[in-house]
């Protein structure tokens, strides 16, 4: 897999987590252990997750480690994110040992809202605010380095 081809999928399943949004739809109230928030932003389900991408077969020159600790990250990374939002009702990341909801003590990034309120003033407030705090991150993920360099395979 190229890099443009890994750095677009991990992306995608930095992403994953939210998409518990479908609870609304059938009912799930937010606070539940499977609504918006909940179970899918826990720590256990990113370490779940990059277990099943670590194990699946792969192109040869991926250390299934290497795998294991990028989708964790990615995957973890997201419900640790949304506990510096401002809005919501916490995330559920010690779930399934509890369902408690935490939020970080410092909230600085603004909630994104739902749906088609992501079109919004303030939905578009907010995707600028995230570009503006995420803009870092892109930039050295995007910077042009030397490629050459392969990660070795553990068989």
């Given at each position: 897999?190229?890099?443009?081809?890994?750095?677009?999928?991990?992306?995608?399943?930095?992403?994953?987590?939210?998409?518990?949004?479908?609870?609304?739809?059938?009912?799930?109230?937010?606070?539940?252990?499977?609504?918006?928030?909940?179970?899918?932003?826990a720590i256990a389900t990113?370490?779940?997750?990059?277990?099943?991408?670590?194990?699946?077969?792969?192109?040869?020159?991926?250390?299934?480690?290497?795998?294991?600790?990028?989708?964790?990250?990615?995957?973890?990374?997201?419900?640790?994110?949304?506990?510096?939002?401002?809005?919501?009702r916490g995330i559920a990341?010690?779930?399934?040992?509890?369902?408690?909801?935490?939020?970080?003590?410092?909230?600085?990034?603004p909630v994104s809202p739902?749906?088609?309120?992501?079109?919004?003033?303030?939905?578009?407030?907010?995707?600028?605010?995230?570009?503006?705090?995420?803009?870092?991150?892109?930039?050295?993920?995007?910077?042009?380095?030397?490629?050459?360099?392969?990660?070795?395979?553990?068989?």
């Amino acid at each position: 897999m190229s890099f443009a081809g890994a750095a677009l999928g991990l992306t995608l399943l930095s992403m994953a987590p939210d998409l518990d949004v479908v609870a609304f739809a059938f009912g799930i109230p937010y606070e539940a252990p499977f609504g918006h928030r909940g179970a899918s932003h826990a720590i256990a389900t990113a370490l779940l997750l990059a277990g099943v991408f670590a194990a699946l077969p792969r192109r040869a020159g991926v250390s299934r480690h290497v795998v294991l600790v990028l989708v964790f990250a990615v995957v973890v990374s997201h419900g640790l994110l949304d506990t510096l939002t401002d809005g919501g009702r916490g995330i559920a990341l010690l779930w399934p040992l509890d369902n408690t909801r935490y939020f970080a003590p410092w909230r600085p990034i603004p909630v994104s809202p739902i749906g088609a309120g992501l079109l919004s003033t303030r939905g578009a407030r907010v995707m600028l605010t995230e570009l503006v705090v995420f803009a870092p991150a892109w930039l050295w993920a995007l910077w042009p380095r030397d490629r050459s360099a392969k990660l070795m395979d553990d068989e």
